[in-house]
Every structure is written in structure tokens, then in C-alpha cells.
């Protein structure tokens, strides 16, 4: 057997340790949510469940109380759509035009301007959290779905300008000044030209911005009403809700239901992220 070989099977040992580690957990949640109650009891943690069980999972969609609630995850869940999806594509618009403006059409203190707003990825949202509630409720925003999207969209907006100005910044200029040559303006170059070049990092900007944001715990427990609570909110009320038997298959089909869309963000466009992070890493 030769080094090459020893070295890839010792390659392929490590990665599957790792995904061994990694895997774990969601196969635990999986198969606990799988389980009825005698099964959990009775059996050990990595046991296989007997049947395929869903009751568990149509407890914490819709009757599992969360508190004095017993709505399950569904309002929470919905609340989460309502508001991951306008902030995500707001938030990625206005970063593609902060990173558009300022890689291409700089101006005097520009880069003055771009190294505050990199603040604002380096600065912990826990410092933001008093001044934003003084916001919201000057806005009249408070405890509201609408409220949580301009959070998150300023949140956000730092990271996003990030990404799309360091892109931009490897497009050759000549294609911007022929444009400008042959009588197009600001808009026109943005969308007739840049756009066009912009679908890998534009991939990463979304599914960056759909994980931050639905996975978000801290604006939306801090942030949000009695009606406009997210998903991970609700999640938390319904495991910390207490009760004279635990129903851990229930907490489990809860935290499944929880992750289930940014899991399958990345199942189904984890290509695109990847190509999306080394798009312009060489240029030849």
C-alpha cells in the first residue's frame, strides 16, 4: 500500500469521524421524534424508534402549548416567513447597492464612510439593543412583524455591503466606463451589467442573510409581541413549558420543524454558497 493511499484512507477516517460528530445530534433529534413515550422510556438514546411515529410531530406544529398558548410552532413558524423574507431580500438589495456605489462610484470619503459601516460586523447586537428599542417605538414599530424586518435589515446591512463592494471590486472597470462612453447611467450599468455578473455572491448574500435571520433568537425575543414572536422564540417557550411528564419527542419534532428551512437552504443551493465564496478568489 502505498504513502498515497495510506495518506487518502486517512483523509477519508478523519472526515468520517467528523460527520460522524456532526451528525450525531440531528440523528438523536430524528429518531426521539420518531419515538412514543414508552419507546423513549424504555429504550437508549441511539435506538433506532420501533415505528414511525408522527404524532409528535403534529403536537408541535399545531396543539403543543408554548406557555398559555397551545397553538404548537405553526403561528411562530409563519411569523418567521412573514418576516425572514422581505428582510433578507431588502437587506441584500440595499447591500448590492452600498457595494455597488462604493466600489464604482466613489466618491470624497468614501472609504471613510465604508470603514464605519465595517463597524457594524464586528460590533455585538447586544449594545444595539436599547437604542433600537427607542427606534421602534418612535417609529411605532414595537413588539411588531414590522419592527423585527427593519432590525434585521439593519443589522444586516453592514455584512451585506461587505460582501457585494469586495466582489465588485474585481470587476474590471473598463466594462463600467464603456458603459458610461456609451451614455449609460447609474442605473442602467447596475442592472444591465452588474446584476448580470452578480448570482454567486448574490447566492451567498441570501442564504447568509435567511440563516442569520431565522435562526435569530436575541431581536426576536427582545423585539417582538404576544403576536409577532419568530420561531425560535416559540421554540424556547415550548421546551422551557413545564408539565407533569416531559414530551421530549414533542421538543424534538419541535426543533426539527425549527431548523427544517435553513437545512433545506443548504441541501438545495449548499453548491451555489460554495461557488459563491470563491467566485473571484483567482484571478488569472
Given at each position: 500500500m502505498t504513502a498515497k493511499t495510506l495518506s487518502r484512507i486517512a483523509v477519508y477516517a478523519i472526515l468520517l469521524v467528523a460527520a460522524f460528530f456532526f451528525l450525531a445530534p440531528l440523528y438523536v433529534m430524528l429518531a426521539t421524534s420518531f419515538k412514543d413515550a414508552d419507546q423513549i422510556r424504555a429504550g437508549n438514546l441511539l435506538s433506532l424508534p420501533t415505528s414511525l411515529n408522527f404524532e409528535s410531530w403534529q403536537l408541535a406544529w399545531s396543539t403543543a402549548c408554548t406557555g398559555v398558548d397551545c397553538r404548537g410552532l405553526k403561528p411562530y413558524f409563519w411569523n418567521s416567513v412573514t418576516m425572514a423574507v422581505p428582510a433578507v431580500l431588502i437587506s441584500t438589495a440595499w447591500g448590492a447597492i452600498n457595494g455597488y456605489v462604493l466600489s464604482m462610484w466613489k466618491f470624497k470619503g468614501s472609504e471613510?464612510?465604508?470603514?464605519?459601516?465595517?463597524?457594524?460586523?464586528?460590533?455585538?447586537?447586544?449594545?444595539?439593543?436599547?437604542?433600537?428599542?427607542?427606534?421602534?417605538?418612535?417609529?411605532?414599530?414595537?413588539?411588531?412583524?414590522?419592527?423585527?424586518?427593519?432590525?434585521?435589515?439593519?443589522?444586516?446591512?453592514?455584512?451585506?455591503?461587505?460582501?457585494?463592494?469586495?466582489?465588485?471590486?474585481?470587476?474590471?472597470?473598463?466594462?463600467?466606463?464603456?458603459?458610461?462612453?456609451?451614455?449609460?447611467?447609474?442605473?442602467?450599468?447596475?442592472?444591465?451589467?452588474?446584476?448580470?455578473?452578480?448570482?454567486?455572491?448574490?447566492?451567498?448574500?441570501?442564504?447568509?442573510?435567511f440563516t442569520n435571520i431565522w435562526n435569530d433568537f436575541l431581536f426576536g425575543v427582545a423585539f417582538s409581541g404576544a403576536d409577532s414572536k419568530p420561531i425560535t422564540v416559540g421554540l424556547n417557550n415550548m421546551a422551557n413549558t413545564s408539565s407533569s411528564v416531559k414530551s421530549y419527542n414533542v421538543d424534538m419534532a419541535a426543533a426539527v420543524i425549527a431548523g427544517l428551512p435553513t437545512m433545506l437552504v443548504y441541501v438545495l443551493a449548499g453548491q451555489y454558497f460554495v461557488k459563491g465564496l470563491t467566485a473571484g478568489a483567482v484571478k488569472g
Open positions: 471613510v464612510l465604508f470603514g464605519f459601516m465595517l463597524f457594524g460586523v464586528f460590533m455585538p447586537f447586544q449594545v444595539v439593543l436599547l437604542p433600537m428599542s427607542q427606534v421602534l417605538g418612535f417609529l411605532g414599530l414595537s413588539s411588531s412583524v414590522g419592527g423585527l424586518i427593519l432590525v434585521h435589515c439593519l443589522a444586516g446591512l453592514a455584512g451585506t455591503t461587505l460582501f457585494f463592494r469586495n466582489y465588485y471590486t474585481a470587476i474590471p472597470r473598463e466594462l463600467v466606463n464603456a458603459a458610461r462612453m456609451d451614455g449609460a447611467g447609474f442605473w442602467r450599468i447596475f442592472w444591465r451589467i452588474v446584476i448580470p455578473m452578480s448570482t454567486p455572491i448574490l447566492m451567498v448574500t441570501l442564504i447568509w442573510q
